[in-house]
Protein backbone atom coordinates (compact mmCIF):
# COMPACT_ATOMS: atom_id res chain seq x y z
CA UNK A 1 0.00 0.00 0.00
CA UNK A 2 3.01 2.28 1.16
CA UNK A 3 3.91 2.85 -2.84
CA UNK A 4 0.44 3.96 -3.84
CA UNK A 5 -0.49 5.95 -0.99
CA UNK A 6 -0.45 9.55 -0.11
CA UNK A 7 2.48 10.48 2.77
CA UNK A 8 1.41 12.90 5.34
CA UNK A 9 4.16 14.07 7.58
CA UNK A 10 2.74 15.90 10.83
CA UNK A 11 -0.43 14.35 12.76
CA UNK A 12 -1.59 17.91 13.80
CA UNK A 13 -5.13 19.61 12.62
CA UNK A 14 -3.44 20.35 9.36
CA UNK A 15 -2.06 16.74 8.61
CA UNK A 16 -5.60 15.25 10.08
CA UNK A 17 -7.64 16.72 8.25
CA UNK A 18 -5.94 16.50 4.97
CA UNK A 19 -5.73 12.71 5.88
CA UNK A 20 -9.23 12.34 6.24
CA UNK A 21 -10.31 14.30 2.86
CA UNK A 22 -7.95 12.22 1.22
CA UNK A 23 -9.11 8.83 2.81
CA UNK A 24 -12.72 9.94 2.28
CA UNK A 25 -12.28 10.52 -1.28
CA UNK A 26 -10.60 6.89 -1.53
CA UNK A 27 -6.69 7.26 -1.33
CA UNK A 28 -5.00 5.38 1.18
CA UNK A 29 -3.53 7.29 3.55
CA UNK A 30 -0.02 6.95 5.84
CA UNK A 31 0.59 9.71 8.35
CA UNK A 32 4.22 10.35 9.93
CA UNK A 33 4.00 11.68 13.41
CA UNK A 34 7.18 12.10 15.01
CA UNK A 35 5.38 11.59 18.65
CA UNK A 36 6.28 10.36 20.63
CA UNK A 37 9.35 9.61 18.93
CA UNK A 38 10.60 13.16 19.07
CA UNK A 39 8.72 15.27 21.24
CA UNK A 40 8.43 19.11 20.82
CA UNK A 41 8.60 21.82 23.39
CA UNK A 42 4.75 22.94 23.54
CA UNK A 43 2.94 19.14 22.94
CA UNK A 44 2.18 17.12 25.94
CA UNK A 45 0.33 14.00 25.33
CA UNK A 46 0.93 11.41 21.88
CA UNK A 47 -2.50 12.36 20.71
CA UNK A 48 -2.59 13.71 16.98
CA UNK A 49 -4.39 17.14 16.50
CA UNK A 50 -3.28 18.41 19.94
CA UNK A 51 -4.17 21.95 20.73
CA UNK A 52 -1.25 23.10 22.23
CA UNK A 53 -2.63 27.00 22.50
CA UNK A 54 -5.97 28.20 23.10
CA UNK A 55 -9.11 25.86 22.75
CA UNK A 56 -10.83 28.41 20.99
CA UNK A 57 -11.99 27.94 17.31
CA UNK A 58 -13.01 31.49 17.54
CA UNK A 59 -15.87 33.07 16.14
CA UNK A 60 -19.35 30.49 14.68
CA UNK A 61 -20.49 33.63 13.44
CA UNK A 62 -20.71 32.77 9.77
CA UNK A 63 -23.03 35.84 8.58
CA UNK A 64 -20.48 38.19 9.94
CA UNK A 65 -17.12 36.94 11.15
CA UNK A 66 -14.33 35.64 8.34
CA UNK A 67 -13.51 32.65 10.29
CA UNK A 68 -17.19 31.57 11.34
CA UNK A 69 -18.07 31.42 7.58
CA UNK A 70 -14.66 29.33 7.49
CA UNK A 71 -16.28 27.19 9.78
CA UNK A 72 -19.13 26.80 7.80
CA UNK A 73 -17.65 26.01 4.42
CA UNK A 74 -15.49 23.67 6.01
CA UNK A 75 -18.43 21.73 7.42
CA UNK A 76 -19.98 21.31 4.30
CA UNK A 77 -16.60 19.68 3.19
CA UNK A 78 -16.86 17.27 5.55
CA UNK A 79 -14.10 18.51 7.48
CA UNK A 80 -13.64 15.82 10.43
CA UNK A 81 -11.84 19.01 12.85
CA UNK A 82 -15.13 20.63 12.81
CA UNK A 83 -17.18 17.29 12.81
CA UNK A 84 -15.18 16.91 16.67
CA UNK A 85 -15.13 20.29 17.04
CA UNK A 86 -18.95 20.31 17.31
CA UNK A 87 -18.72 17.53 19.24
CA UNK A 88 -16.74 18.44 21.98
CA UNK A 89 -17.49 21.78 22.16
CA UNK A 90 -17.90 23.95 25.79
CA UNK A 91 -19.59 26.91 26.40
CA UNK A 92 -17.74 30.11 25.40
CA UNK A 93 -20.11 33.45 24.30
CA UNK A 94 -19.79 33.10 20.39
CA UNK A 95 -16.86 31.55 19.72
CA UNK A 96 -16.67 27.65 19.17
CA UNK A 97 -14.49 26.35 21.79
CA UNK A 98 -13.48 22.74 22.74
CA UNK A 99 -12.37 20.21 25.56
CA UNK A 100 -9.41 20.17 24.37
CA UNK A 101 -8.39 16.42 25.30
CA UNK A 102 -11.58 14.74 24.38
CA UNK A 103 -10.89 16.44 20.97
CA UNK A 104 -7.67 15.27 19.78
CA UNK A 105 -8.74 11.76 21.17
CA UNK A 106 -11.52 11.13 18.72
CA UNK A 107 -9.66 12.95 15.87
CA UNK A 108 -7.33 10.48 17.22
CA UNK A 109 -9.63 7.81 17.10
CA UNK A 110 -11.31 8.12 14.29
CA UNK A 111 -8.01 8.26 11.81
CA UNK A 112 -7.14 4.86 13.93
CA UNK A 113 -10.23 3.65 12.34
CA UNK A 114 -10.82 4.35 9.00
CA UNK A 115 -9.79 1.59 6.67
CA UNK A 116 -7.61 3.48 4.29
CA UNK A 117 -5.48 5.24 6.76
CA UNK A 118 -2.16 3.73 8.58
CA UNK A 119 -0.34 5.96 11.33
CA UNK A 120 3.37 5.43 11.89
CA UNK A 121 4.89 6.91 14.80
CA UNK A 122 8.67 7.87 13.12
CA UNK A 123 10.21 11.07 12.61
CA UNK A 124 10.39 11.95 9.08
CA UNK A 125 14.22 13.41 9.04
CA UNK A 126 14.89 15.01 5.51
CA UNK A 127 12.53 15.54 2.24
CA UNK A 128 10.70 12.08 1.01
CA UNK A 129 11.85 10.56 -1.70
CA UNK A 130 10.51 10.96 -4.96
CA UNK A 131 8.70 7.71 -4.78
CA UNK A 132 6.91 7.81 -2.38
CA UNK A 133 4.93 10.00 -4.47
CA UNK A 134 2.17 12.89 -3.84
CA UNK A 135 3.07 14.16 -0.24
CA UNK A 136 1.94 16.59 2.00
CA UNK A 137 4.27 18.16 4.86
CA UNK A 138 1.81 19.66 7.28
CA UNK A 139 4.86 19.77 10.08
CA UNK A 140 3.01 22.57 11.44
CA UNK A 141 5.07 25.14 13.55
CA UNK A 142 7.75 23.22 15.59
CA UNK A 143 9.01 21.13 12.44
CA UNK A 144 11.70 19.16 13.62
CA UNK A 145 15.35 20.92 12.92
CA UNK A 146 16.60 17.92 10.44
CA UNK A 147 13.49 18.32 8.35
CA UNK A 148 13.41 22.29 8.58
CA UNK A 149 17.29 22.38 7.17
CA UNK A 150 16.03 19.67 4.05
CA UNK A 151 13.37 22.22 3.40
CA UNK A 152 15.78 25.38 3.48
CA UNK A 153 18.12 23.29 1.28
CA UNK A 154 15.26 22.67 -1.50
CA UNK A 155 14.13 25.94 -1.56
CA UNK A 156 17.37 27.96 -1.41
CA UNK A 157 14.68 30.08 1.54
CA UNK A 158 16.24 30.91 4.92
CA UNK A 159 13.56 29.67 7.06
CA UNK A 160 11.06 32.19 8.67
CA UNK A 161 9.88 32.08 11.70
CA UNK A 162 7.96 34.10 14.77
CA UNK A 163 7.07 33.30 18.39
CA UNK A 164 3.93 31.95 19.95
CA UNK A 165 3.48 31.89 23.39
CA UNK A 166 0.91 29.95 25.49
CA UNK A 167 -1.67 31.02 27.95
CA UNK A 168 -1.75 30.03 31.67
CA UNK A 169 -4.85 27.35 32.55
CA UNK A 170 -6.34 27.38 36.59
CA UNK A 171 -8.62 24.53 37.99
CA UNK A 172 -12.09 26.25 38.28
CA UNK A 173 -12.55 25.69 42.29
CA UNK A 174 -9.45 27.57 42.75
CA UNK A 175 -11.19 30.69 41.70
CA UNK A 176 -12.93 32.52 44.39
CA UNK A 177 -16.75 33.59 43.47
CA UNK A 178 -17.14 35.90 46.02
CA UNK A 179 -15.11 38.11 43.80
CA UNK A 180 -15.19 36.57 40.13
CA UNK A 181 -18.88 36.06 38.20
CA UNK A 182 -20.37 33.79 35.19
CA UNK A 183 -21.17 36.43 32.18
CA UNK A 184 -20.75 36.88 28.39
CA UNK A 185 -19.86 40.40 27.18
CA UNK A 186 -23.44 41.79 26.61
CA UNK A 187 -24.94 38.43 27.95
CA UNK A 188 -24.25 36.79 24.19
CA UNK A 189 -24.71 33.35 24.14
CA UNK A 190 -22.59 31.30 21.41
CA UNK A 191 -22.85 27.69 20.17
CA UNK A 192 -23.61 25.88 23.28
CA UNK A 193 -23.69 28.39 25.79
CA UNK A 194 -25.79 30.64 27.83
CA UNK A 195 -24.60 33.88 27.71
CA UNK A 196 -22.84 33.24 30.63
CA UNK A 197 -19.78 31.52 29.48
CA UNK A 198 -16.74 33.37 30.86
CA UNK A 199 -15.50 33.53 34.71
CA UNK A 200 -14.93 37.68 35.42
CA UNK A 201 -12.41 38.92 37.68
CA UNK A 202 -12.92 42.67 37.72
CA UNK A 203 -9.83 45.17 38.87
CA UNK A 204 -10.58 48.83 39.94
CA UNK A 205 -8.07 51.36 38.61
CA UNK A 206 -5.02 50.88 41.59
CA UNK A 207 -5.51 47.36 41.19
CA UNK A 208 -5.08 47.18 37.52
CA UNK A 209 -2.07 50.13 37.29
CA UNK A 210 -0.27 47.57 40.06
CA UNK A 211 -1.04 44.52 37.90
CA UNK A 212 0.34 46.69 34.26
CA UNK A 213 3.31 47.37 36.22
CA UNK A 214 3.72 43.84 37.61
CA UNK A 215 3.63 42.35 34.02
CA UNK A 216 6.15 44.88 32.93
CA UNK A 217 8.58 44.10 35.49
CA UNK A 218 8.18 40.10 35.95
CA UNK A 219 11.33 38.36 34.65
CA UNK A 220 11.04 36.72 31.56
CA UNK A 221 11.97 34.11 29.31
CA UNK A 222 15.35 34.72 27.78
CA UNK A 223 15.96 34.42 24.00
CA UNK A 224 19.03 32.41 22.96
CA UNK A 225 21.34 34.60 21.02
CA UNK A 226 19.95 32.98 17.32
CA UNK A 227 16.37 34.23 18.57
CA UNK A 228 16.92 37.35 18.67
CA UNK A 229 15.75 38.83 15.72
CA UNK A 230 12.48 36.34 15.62
CA UNK A 231 9.50 38.75 15.43
CA UNK A 232 6.15 37.89 17.37
CA UNK A 233 2.67 37.20 15.74
CA UNK A 234 0.60 40.42 16.72
CA UNK A 235 -2.28 37.82 17.10
CA UNK A 236 -0.48 35.98 19.85
CA UNK A 237 1.29 38.62 21.31
CA UNK A 238 2.41 37.58 24.81
CA UNK A 239 0.14 40.01 27.67
CA UNK A 240 3.75 41.40 29.00
CA UNK A 241 4.09 42.36 25.18
CA UNK A 242 0.84 43.87 25.48
CA UNK A 243 1.46 46.05 28.51
CA UNK A 244 4.61 47.31 27.53
CA UNK A 245 3.03 48.83 24.78
CA UNK A 246 1.39 51.58 27.07
CA UNK A 247 -0.86 51.32 30.27
CA UNK A 248 -4.08 51.55 28.66
CA UNK A 249 -2.97 48.62 26.13
CA UNK A 250 -4.35 45.93 27.72
CA UNK A 251 -7.72 47.69 28.96
CA UNK A 252 -8.97 48.04 25.27
CA UNK A 253 -7.41 44.70 24.61
CA UNK A 254 -8.21 41.25 26.46
CA UNK A 255 -8.85 43.00 29.70
CA UNK A 256 -11.51 45.27 28.49
CA UNK A 257 -14.34 45.82 30.86
CA UNK A 258 -17.53 46.68 28.23
CA UNK A 259 -20.09 44.04 28.06
CA UNK A 260 -20.20 43.15 31.53
CA UNK A 261 -22.44 43.94 34.70
CA UNK A 262 -20.64 42.74 38.01
CA UNK A 263 -23.42 41.58 40.13
CA UNK A 264 -21.45 41.40 43.34
CA UNK A 265 -21.18 45.36 43.12
CA UNK A 266 -24.37 46.62 41.41
CA UNK A 267 -23.95 50.20 39.66
CA UNK A 268 -20.03 49.93 39.85
CA UNK A 269 -18.39 49.42 36.64
CA UNK A 270 -15.30 47.55 36.86
CA UNK A 271 -11.92 49.93 35.54
CA UNK A 272 -10.26 46.50 33.80
CA UNK A 273 -11.44 42.71 33.62
CA UNK A 274 -9.67 39.76 33.56
CA UNK A 275 -11.94 36.79 31.31
CA UNK A 276 -11.34 33.09 31.68
CA UNK A 277 -12.90 30.92 29.52
CA UNK A 278 -13.66 26.77 29.98
CA UNK A 279 -10.91 24.59 28.95
CA UNK A 280 -12.75 21.33 28.71
CA UNK A 281 -16.22 19.35 28.83
CA UNK A 282 -16.22 19.23 32.93
CA UNK A 283 -15.58 22.74 33.40
CA UNK A 284 -12.82 21.98 35.77
CA UNK A 285 -10.28 24.18 33.31
CA UNK A 286 -10.12 27.50 32.61
CA UNK A 287 -8.06 29.40 30.78
CA UNK A 288 -6.75 33.10 30.93
CA UNK A 289 -8.30 34.69 27.64
CA UNK A 290 -5.45 36.63 25.84
CA UNK A 291 -3.03 36.14 28.85
CA UNK A 292 -0.56 34.34 26.53
CA UNK A 293 3.20 35.35 28.30
CA UNK A 294 6.40 34.49 28.31
CA UNK A 295 6.76 35.44 32.15
CA UNK A 296 9.06 32.62 33.81
CA UNK A 297 6.99 30.23 35.59
CA UNK A 298 7.56 31.23 39.29
CA UNK A 299 6.67 34.98 37.91
CA UNK A 300 3.11 33.64 36.59
CA UNK A 301 2.00 32.47 39.36
CA UNK A 302 3.19 35.89 41.63
CA UNK A 303 1.69 38.25 39.23
CA UNK A 304 -1.16 36.58 38.07
CA UNK A 305 -2.34 35.70 42.17
CA UNK A 306 -2.28 39.82 42.06
CA UNK A 307 -5.95 38.97 40.09
CA UNK A 308 -8.88 39.78 42.13
CA UNK A 309 -10.38 36.31 42.38
CA UNK A 310 -7.22 34.11 41.35
CA UNK A 311 -5.47 34.88 44.41
CA UNK A 312 -5.71 31.09 45.41
CA UNK A 313 -5.29 30.33 41.51
CA UNK A 314 -4.02 26.64 41.07
CA UNK A 315 -1.83 26.25 37.74
CA UNK A 316 -2.99 22.91 35.76
CA UNK A 317 -0.71 24.53 33.63
CA UNK A 318 1.49 27.36 33.21
CA UNK A 319 2.10 29.68 29.84
CA UNK A 320 5.25 29.32 27.89
CA UNK A 321 7.06 30.41 24.59
CA UNK A 322 8.01 28.58 21.28
CA UNK A 323 9.44 29.01 18.12
CA UNK A 324 7.29 29.06 14.88
CA UNK A 325 8.54 28.15 11.71
CA UNK A 326 6.69 28.81 8.00
CA UNK A 327 7.98 29.31 4.63
CA UNK A 328 7.76 32.07 1.99
CA UNK A 329 4.72 30.45 0.63
CA UNK A 330 3.78 33.10 -2.23
CA UNK A 331 6.71 32.70 -3.84
CA UNK A 332 7.52 28.80 -3.05
CA UNK A 333 3.80 27.42 -4.17
CA UNK A 334 1.44 27.44 -6.74
CA UNK A 335 -2.50 27.55 -6.41
CA UNK A 336 -2.79 23.82 -5.59
CA UNK A 337 0.08 23.93 -2.35
CA UNK A 338 2.69 22.27 -4.25
CA UNK A 339 6.13 23.20 -4.10
CA UNK A 340 7.17 24.38 -7.03
CA UNK A 341 10.81 23.18 -7.01
CA UNK A 342 9.68 19.60 -5.83
CA UNK A 343 6.27 19.36 -7.30
CA UNK A 344 5.31 15.74 -5.80
CA UNK A 345 5.76 17.96 -2.41
CA UNK A 346 2.59 19.99 -1.00
CA UNK A 347 2.47 21.74 2.24
CA UNK A 348 -0.21 22.22 4.55
CA UNK A 349 -1.02 24.29 7.76
CA UNK A 350 0.49 26.53 9.61
CA UNK A 351 3.86 25.89 7.82
CA UNK A 352 2.21 27.15 4.86
CA UNK A 353 1.95 31.02 7.09
CA UNK A 354 -1.30 30.98 7.72
CA UNK A 355 -2.20 31.73 11.50
CA UNK A 356 -4.92 29.72 13.73
CA UNK A 357 -6.29 26.13 14.47
CA UNK A 358 -8.82 26.47 11.93
CA UNK A 359 -7.05 27.88 8.48
CA UNK A 360 -4.79 25.34 9.06
CA UNK A 361 -6.75 22.67 9.11
CA UNK A 362 -8.52 24.42 6.15
CA UNK A 363 -5.44 24.46 3.96
CA UNK A 364 -4.78 20.62 5.21
CA UNK A 365 -8.55 19.87 3.73
CA UNK A 366 -7.86 21.93 0.38
CA UNK A 367 -4.32 19.61 0.09
CA UNK A 368 -5.73 16.43 0.86
CA UNK A 369 -8.39 17.17 -1.40
CA UNK A 370 -5.75 17.98 -4.02
CA UNK A 371 -3.52 15.67 -3.50
CA UNK A 372 -6.62 12.56 -3.98
CA UNK A 373 -7.36 13.86 -7.32
CA UNK A 374 -3.82 14.07 -8.80
CA UNK A 375 -3.21 10.34 -7.42
CA UNK A 376 -6.81 9.51 -9.41
CA UNK A 377 -5.49 11.03 -12.23
CA UNK A 378 -8.61 13.43 -12.03
CA UNK A 379 -8.98 17.04 -12.83
CA UNK A 380 -7.89 19.30 -9.59
CA UNK A 381 -11.20 21.35 -9.32
CA UNK A 382 -9.75 24.93 -6.93
CA UNK A 383 -12.73 26.70 -5.23
CA UNK A 384 -14.11 30.48 -5.95
CA UNK A 385 -11.97 32.71 -5.02
CA UNK A 386 -15.10 34.42 -3.24
CA UNK A 387 -15.00 31.31 -0.84
CA UNK A 388 -13.18 31.81 2.62
CA UNK A 389 -11.27 28.40 1.89
CA UNK A 390 -10.25 29.59 -1.64
CA UNK A 391 -9.53 33.37 -0.43
CA UNK A 392 -7.28 31.82 2.04
CA UNK A 393 -5.61 29.96 -0.52
CA UNK A 394 -5.31 33.18 -2.22
CA UNK A 395 -3.20 34.65 0.34
CA UNK A 396 -1.00 32.25 1.16
CA UNK A 397 -0.08 31.52 -2.14
CA UNK A 398 -0.50 34.73 -3.55
CA UNK A 399 -1.89 37.90 -1.77
CA UNK A 400 1.73 39.25 -1.04
CA UNK A 401 2.86 39.43 -4.56
CA UNK A 402 3.41 43.18 -5.94
CA UNK A 403 4.83 44.70 -8.89
CA UNK A 404 8.42 45.94 -8.93
CA UNK A 405 8.19 49.57 -9.70
CA UNK A 406 11.89 49.07 -11.02
CA UNK A 407 11.54 45.73 -13.03
CA UNK A 408 8.10 45.32 -13.63
CA UNK A 409 8.26 41.82 -12.20
CA UNK A 410 5.82 40.32 -9.75
CA UNK A 411 7.67 40.16 -6.55
CA UNK A 412 6.51 38.95 -2.58
CA UNK A 413 6.38 41.50 -0.80
CA UNK A 414 7.05 40.73 3.04
CA UNK A 415 5.19 37.60 3.80
CA UNK A 416 3.75 37.50 7.55
CA UNK A 417 1.07 34.74 9.01
CA UNK A 418 -2.45 35.83 8.91
CA UNK A 419 -5.22 34.58 9.96
CA UNK A 420 -8.87 34.22 7.62
CA UNK A 421 -10.48 37.96 7.22
CA UNK A 422 -12.65 39.70 4.87
CA UNK A 423 -9.90 42.25 4.00
CA UNK A 424 -8.67 38.71 2.05
CA UNK A 425 -12.07 38.32 -0.62
CA UNK A 426 -12.55 40.54 -3.72
CA UNK A 427 -14.49 43.45 -3.47
CA UNK A 428 -18.38 43.29 -3.71
CA UNK A 429 -19.51 44.02 -7.53
CA UNK A 430 -21.67 47.15 -5.73
CA UNK A 431 -22.40 48.60 -2.41
CA UNK A 432 -25.12 46.85 0.18
CA UNK A 433 -28.18 49.33 -0.12
CA UNK A 434 -30.79 49.39 2.38
CA UNK A 435 -34.32 47.75 2.27
CA UNK A 436 -35.60 51.26 0.68
CA UNK A 437 -32.71 51.54 -0.91
CA UNK A 438 -30.97 54.34 0.85
CA UNK A 439 -27.05 54.19 1.22
CA UNK A 440 -25.80 52.56 4.34
CA UNK A 441 -23.82 54.43 6.49
CA UNK A 442 -21.31 53.47 9.33
CA UNK A 443 -21.63 50.21 11.70
CA UNK A 444 -24.63 49.23 9.05
CA UNK A 445 -22.92 49.32 6.03
CA UNK A 446 -20.03 47.40 7.70
CA UNK A 447 -22.40 44.90 9.06
CA UNK A 448 -24.46 44.66 5.47
CA UNK A 449 -20.92 44.48 3.87
CA UNK A 450 -19.89 41.60 5.65
CA UNK A 451 -23.25 39.62 5.40
CA UNK A 452 -23.25 40.58 1.26
CA UNK A 453 -19.95 38.83 1.20
CA UNK A 454 -21.00 35.81 3.29
CA UNK A 455 -23.90 34.97 1.22
CA UNK A 456 -21.60 35.71 -2.25
CA UNK A 457 -19.50 33.05 -0.91
CA UNK A 458 -21.98 30.34 0.21
CA UNK A 459 -24.07 30.86 -3.00
CA UNK A 460 -20.88 30.44 -4.98
CA UNK A 461 -19.97 27.44 -3.09
CA UNK A 462 -22.94 25.72 -3.41
CA UNK A 463 -23.02 26.51 -7.29
CA UNK A 464 -19.72 24.53 -7.41
CA UNK A 465 -20.64 21.78 -5.24
CA UNK A 466 -23.80 21.34 -8.20
CA UNK A 467 -26.16 21.95 -4.82
CA UNK A 468 -29.35 23.80 -4.88
CA UNK A 469 -28.56 27.93 -4.25
CA UNK A 470 -28.72 28.75 -1.12
CA UNK A 471 -29.31 32.26 0.11
CA UNK A 472 -29.54 31.72 3.81
CA UNK A 473 -26.83 30.65 6.70
CA UNK A 474 -27.33 27.07 7.38
Known amino acids: MAESAIHVIGGGLAGCEAAWQ ?16 RGTDAHRTEALAELVCSN ?3 SDDADGNAVGLLHQEMRRLGSLIMREGDRHQVPAGSALAVDRDGFSAAV ?25 GPTIVATGPLTSPALAEAIRAATG ?4 AFFDAIAPIVYRDSVDMGTAWFQSRYDKAGPGGTGADYLNCPLDRERYEAFVAALVAGEKTSFKEWEASTPYFDGCLPVEVMAERGPETL ?22 VVQLRQDNALGTLFNLVGFQTKLKHAEQVRVFRTIPGLERADFARLGGLHRNTYINSPKLLDGTLRLKAVPHLRFAGQITGCEGYVESAAIGLMAG ?12 RTLPRTTALDALIGHITGGHIAEDAATDEARPRSFQPMNVNFGLFPPLERTPKSPHGKRLRGPDKALAKKRAVTDRARHDLSAWLGEPLREAAE
Open 22 to 37: AAEAGSHVVVHEMRPV
Open 56 to 58: SFR
Open 108 to 132: TAALDRHPRVTVVREEVPGLPPADW
Open 157 to 160: EGAL
Open 251 to 272: RYGPMKPVGLTNPHRPGEKPYA
Open 369 to 380: RFAAAERAGAPI
